[in-house]
């Protein structure tokens, strides 16, 4: 039992990672990403590009690296000069634009790597293992992913409590025309929000690319993770996003457990149950 | 004295319906100028169109010499006209300090800062870190007003400052009007109470139905001319 | 006090259809004849070809009407297309019953599945009520694809129909689905000409206002979710008799949406010509591009991409703002008609 809690607190700091971009956006700008999975798979062929195009001379930890200020760009650009557009009351036009993103991002990967899935060779640090007493053993890289997630949630919480970017995030998503009566460029702050969403992407791809192997058509799954972890956790708070996405993935250990046909039937089936019962999720942040 | 502030015909609509039918309004520097009549008279959507929340032609509004109609609220607040806009509309997601600093994102320069905001609102030092809609109305409209004056303006906007509000309270609002004005602020209030609007005021607008009805020094007005062209009643022929 | 001036009233028509639009109701009854003759001179890959336009125009129309009309974007509607089918299925191989009865009893128990599924969903919004829903359609398929009795995740065949011969079981399919085109389009047309119709669209443009008027939104927005379901089911039960083979990945893919988000998008959300100028466009590039895989279907994302961006009324949304047409109208117009002279104008307000 002990082992399937650690396993879970272990996947949930993997599930953190794909929904912080996801709960930044949304707390933002009330834009729900339906791409948001597979820009995740995006980052990691991105990495696996960057892996094959330097041949071995570059670690893969530095090609991903190479990838951050990228992704920053694209995201601050697609928000800018795409999703600024489909903002409004109506949610349909940002869910039709994100969801035909995500066609075309499949299909382009599809084009360009074939269904064949892929991995990023991280030269055995995927199957190395720490001795945690007893007779169990954890992986050194999803400790890694973990001590990730946590320091991103506490650096995203940071950004917003305590900068004046922050700040405005906080300002224009309580009320844009006011923010803007401030002197605040809306589209400018919303374009910077997605950029950092999209460094978290690109983090989150690059260490699914390492942990196991990812095809283009992955996206769709890691999205649904996502929008249950941020669900759960409650809307408006980082750490609620990451209390969420390890709830999440101890229930989904717990089901593989029980039977590895149910394991993710299991998290969708706790993820519903909350939203039933709780709906504003288990640690969601009141707004005055 | 040329004008500060002013305004040419000034038409606005919202959607197909029309709320200004062409206003005509001048400023100039260091006045107080009071805009008073009954709800849905034009009065805050007339501010909204001067601070660029509400689609105003270019050559329909000039500031400093300049046309600003239609710009963006950023540029016109940069350029040192603000607005406490009506109903407070505090960020609930912010503190009090973190509401003031928001204010100075235009970063003008002047004698407005958070210690003159302060020592003016001494409940709000105390109150700093606390969210700023948990806060009473009347010290909301504290934190609104130099929300406002944070980005130190050469032209303040106040769009109902008296709304929901006690008389008391009110009147505490109102006392700190000439540390404001005593710099040589230039102020636009767009007020409810009458009487109010009269004493602190030197000129009065009076709106009707999107239209200027009356204009005058406070002083000069009388009551019977304010009522009548409040209510929009012509006049008894004797 | 002032005195309002007296104007003579005017008399008001409501306009409720256009010349056009009587034209095209002739011109569609003789449409639907003659596709109903097909079966004796047209070959049977046109008919299976219908069959699945048919299907897809079912369900982007029903999604239409829970999008366009109550306002609701789901990306989880495949749940009941894929529900209708299996109950399809299983009433077929298990029950005896004759598949064609099936489908609309497939379509029944979809429209039934919706309410507790409601009960879940409608705690979320806009954006997340999208997604949820997709969960929950994922739920379905993992859930039948656990099912051993139906097929588990490989799925079956719908062997209620062996016995018959080809010929007849291809005709009958295809006037079946001729028929749910027919009873769908009429379905949806009258319910949004009707008073339920205003309803929906004042509880889209201001739920709030609605609410206070007297508008009962919670079991309206219920009623529709229901007939999208039911709607949605009718064309997954639909699908799989033509198809003769259901699985939970075919029967509860994301695709079904993808694809009547595309058709609705193209052409115009919330108007009834939408979903078939969509289909129809849909289907030409279906059949002139879909060799092409993956370049086609990242060709039609990036088109409904543009067209979001650019043509905010889809494409037959721009007709109908530029050039005023509209062939099932649902609007009312209101006419000035001038009294006749020698008619009192009488003190009327």
């Known amino acids: 039992m002990v082992e399937t809690l650690v396993q879970g607190v272990l996947l949930g700091g993997l599930y953190t990672l794909f929904a912080l971009g996801q709960s930044l956006m949304f707390g933002v700008m009330r834009l729900t990403n339906t791409a948001q999975g597979d820009f995740i798979i995006l980052g990691a062929f991105a990495v696996i590009a960057g892996v094959s195009l330097t041949g071995d001379a570059v670690a893969p930890w530095l090609v991903a690296l190479a990838v951050l200020p990228v992704a920053f760009g694209f995201g601050y650009a697609l928000q800018r000069y795409v999703l600024n557009g489909t903002l409004g009351k109506d949610p349909l036009p940002s869910l039709v634009v994100t969801f035909g993103l995500s066609i075309v991002i499949q299909?382009?990967?599809?084009?360009?790597?074939?269904?064949?899935?892929?991995?990023?060779?991280?030269?055995?640090?995927?199957?190395?293992?720490?001795?945690?007493?007893?007779?169990?053993?954890?992986?050194?890289?999803?400790?890694?992913?973990?001590?990730?997630?946590?320091?991103?949630?506490?650096?995203?919480?940071?950004?917003?409590?305590?900068?004046?970017?922050?700040?405005?995030?906080?300002?224009?998503?309580?009320?844009?025309?006011?923010?803007?009566?401030?002197?605040?460029?809306?589209?400018?702050?919303?374009?910077?929000?997605?950029?950092?969403?999209?460094v978290l992407i690109a983090v989150a791809g690059a260490l699914q690319g390492m942990r196991t192997t990812v095809s283009p058509s992955d996206g769709p799954l890691l999205l649904l993770f996502?929008?249950?972890?941020?669900?759960?956790?409650?809307?408006?708070?980082?750490?609620?996003?990451?209390?969420?996405?390890?709830?999440?993935?101890?229930?989904?250990?717990?089901?593989?457990?029980?039977?590895?046909?149910?394991?993710?039937?299991?998290?969708?089936?706790?993820?519903?149950?909350v939203l039933v019962l709780r709906p504003q999720g288990l640690f969601p942040k009141t707004r005055g | 004295m040329t004008a500060l502030l002013s305004t040419h015909a000034l038409k606005a609509f919202y959607g197909d319906a029309q709320a200004l039918f062409g206003i005509d309004f001048s400023l100039v520097q260091g006045e107080l100028v009071a805009i008073i009549g009954a709800n849905g008279a034009g009065k805050s959507t007339f501010l909204k169109s001067l601070t660029g929340l509400v689609r105003a032609p270019r050559e329909a509004i000039e500031f400093k010499g300049r046309p600003i109609g239609g710009l963006p609220p950023g540029d016109i607040v940069r350029q040192g006209l603000a607005m406490v806009p009506e109903g407070r509309r505090l960020f609930p997601s912010l503190s009090v300090e973190e509401n003031l600093l928001m204010g100075a994102t235009a970063a003008r320069r002047g004698p407005w800062n958070l210690q003159r905001l302060y020592a003016l609102f001494p409940i709000l030092a105390q109150k700093r870190h606390q969210p700023g809609?948990?806060?009473?109305?009347?010290?909301?409209?504290?934190?609104?007003?130099?929300?406002?004056?944070?980005?130190?303006?050469?032209?303040?906007?106040?769009?109902?400052?008296s709304l929901g509000l006690a008389p008391i309270v009110i009147r505490e609002i109102y006392a700190a009007m000439p540390t404001i004005t005593g710099e040589g602020m230039t102020v636009v209030i767009v007020e409810q109470d009458v009487t109010m609007a009269r004493q602190v005021s030197q000129r009065i607008y009076c709106f009707q139905e999107g239209r200027v009805s009356l204009e005058g020094d406070s002083g000069d007005l009388t009551r019977e001319q304010i009522s009548q062209a409040y209510f929009g009643i012509e006049a008894a022929h004797g | 006090m002032k005195r309002m001036t007296n104007m003579p009233p005017t008399l008001v028509a409501v306009e409720r259809a256009t010349a056009a639009s009587r034209a095209a109701l002739a011109v569609g009854i003789a449409l639907v004849l003659v596709a109903a003759s097909l079966p004796w001179w047209g070959e049977s890959s046109w008919m299976r070809e219908f069959v699945e336009i048919a299907c897809y125009f079912i369900f982007a129309m029903m999604w239409n009407l829970l999008a366009g009309y109550g306002g609701m974007v789901s990306i989880g509607q495949q749940a009941f297309f894929g529900f209708g089918g299996y109950v399809m299925l299983m009433l077929g191989n298990f029950a005896g019953v004759n598949p064609f009865v099936a489908i609309p009893l497939g379509a029944l128990a979809a429209g039934?599945?919706?309410?507790?599924?409601?009960?879940?969903?409608?705690?979320?919004?806009?954006?997340?009520?999208?997604?949820?829903?997709?969960?929950?359609?994922?739920?379905?398929?993992?859930?039948?694809?656990?099912?051993?009795?139906?097929?588990?995740?490989?799925?079956?065949?719908?062997?209620?129909?062996?016995?018959?011969?080809?010929?007849?079981?291809e005709s009958t399919t295809y006037w079946m689905a001729l028929a749910c085109v027919v009873a769908a389009v009429a379905l949806v047309y009258l319910f949004l000409r009707s008073k339920r119709g205003l309803a929906l669209l004042a509880i889209r443009d201001n739920e709030v206002a609605a609410e206070s008027q007297g508008i009962p939104v919670a079991r309206m927005k219920l009623a529709v979710y229901v007939v999208a379901?039911?709607?949605?089911?009718?064309?997954?039960?639909?699908?799989?008799?033509?198809?003769?083979?259901?699985?939970p990945d075919a029967a509860f893919s994301v695709n079904w949406t993808a694809f009547a988000i595309f058709m609705v998008v193209i052409g115009g959300i919330g108007r009834i010509e939408g979903p078939l100028v969509g289909a129809l466009i849909f289907w030409a590039l279906n059949k002139f591009l879909s060799d092409y895989g993956t370049w086609y279907l990242l060709g039609l994302g990036l088109l409904a991409i543009l067209v979001t961006l650019f043509f905010k009324q889809g494409l037959w949304g721009y007709a109908q703002q530029r050039w005023g047409w509209s062939l099932f109208p649902t609007q009312r117009k209101l006419s000035p008609v001038h009294a006749p002279a020698g008619v009192k104008a009488s003190s009327r307000g």
């Not at chain 1, 996003?241 to 101890?250: H, S």
């Not at chain 1, 089901?255 to 394991?263: A, C, H, Q, T, V």
């Not at chain 2, 609104?144 to 400052?161: K, Q, W």
């Open chain 1, 107 to 198: 299909n382009l990967l599809l084009e360009l790597f074939s269904a064949d899935p892929r991995a990023i060779d991280t030269g055995g640090l995927s199957t190395q293992g720490i001795a945690l007493g007893g007779a169990m053993s954890v992986g050194v890289l999803p400790l890694v992913v973990l001590a990730i997630a946590l320091v991103a949630t506490g650096a995203l919480q940071w950004l917003f409590a305590r900068t004046a970017l922050g700040r405005s995030f906080r300002a224009v998503s309580d009320d844009r025309e006011i923010a803007e009566l401030m002197g605040l460029n809306a589209k400018k702050v919303y374009a910077f929000a997605t950029a950092i969403a999209f």
């Open chain 1, 226 to 273: 996502a929008f249950e972890a941020v669900i759960i956790g409650g809307m408006g708070s980082f750490w609620g996003t990451l209390a969420g996405a390890m709830i999440l993935g101890i229930t989904q250990q717990i089901g593989f457990r029980l039977d590895p046909g149910w394991g993710i039937w299991f998290g969708h089936i706790v993820f519903l149950v």
């Open chain 2, 133 to 161: 809609t948990s806060l009473s109305g009347g010290q909301q409209q504290m934190v609104a007003l130099g929300r406002a004056l944070m980005s130190n303006p050469e032209v303040l906007l106040c769009d109902e400052l």
């Open chain 3, 112 to 169: 039934l599945v919706a309410i507790p599924v409601s009960f879940v969903a409608f705690r979320l919004s806009g954006g997340y009520f999208a997604i949820g829903t997709w969960v929950i359609a994922e739920v379905f398929r993992l859930s039948f694809a656990n099912v051993s009795a139906v097929g588990g995740g490989s799925g079956t065949t719908l062997t209620a129909l062996r016995g018959i011969e080809k010929a007849t079981r």
């Open chain 3, 229 to 247: 379901a039911f709607g949605a089911g009718l064309a997954g039960a639909l699908y799989f008799v033509g198809n003769l083979r259901i699985s």
